[in-house]
């Protein structure tokens, strides 16, 4: 028997995710850390994320940035002390998005961004 196609928004979500992450169905939030990659990682490379991490001040999602910067950039993370409230951590990260809009998310992928004594390679 053919299952019928799921034409609908959510269907097409579903099938753009299944691509970008390798999973069948989408599962945000059971990956804790960047460094908890199964072996068997598949799809595009993409992780799949949930509304509850975004961060709409600064249009990001705060648990994967938070991941990726702790497992390739020990010493800004330590310098943001991420885990603690503090001024810091938010002047980077609307450094990060201000940046984004003056040049695009290319340029900022390519040459990273500046803050502080430190140049991130994001």
């Known amino acids: 028997m ?3 196609t799921n034409t ?5 979500e579903d099938l753009i995710v299944a691509h970008l992450t390798g999973q069948t169905a ?5 990956l804790t850390h960047i460094g908890e990659l199964a072996a068997d990682y598949a799809g595009a490379g ?5 509304t509850d991490d975004y961060d709409k001040e600064h249009a ?13 950039q ?7 002390d991420w885990d603690n409230p503090n001024p ?10 201000d940046e984004i809009g003056k040049r695009g998310i290319v340029d900022v992928l390519r040459h990273g961004v500046k803050f502080n004594q430190f140049h991130v390679t994001l």
Request: include cysteine; charge should be positive; charged fraction near 20%.
């Open 2 to 4: 053919i299952t019928p």
């Open 8 to 12: 609908s928004e959510k269907g097409l």
């Open 26 to 30: 989408p599962t945000p939030g059971s």
């Open 46 to 50: 993409y992780l799949a994320g949930t």
């Open 60 to 72: 990001l999602d705060a648990r994967h940035f938070r991941a990726f910067l702790e497992a390739t």
């Open 74 to 80: 020990p010493a800004l993370f330590a310098a943001l």
């Open 88 to 97: 810091n951590k938010a002047q980077f990260c609307a450094r990060v998005r």
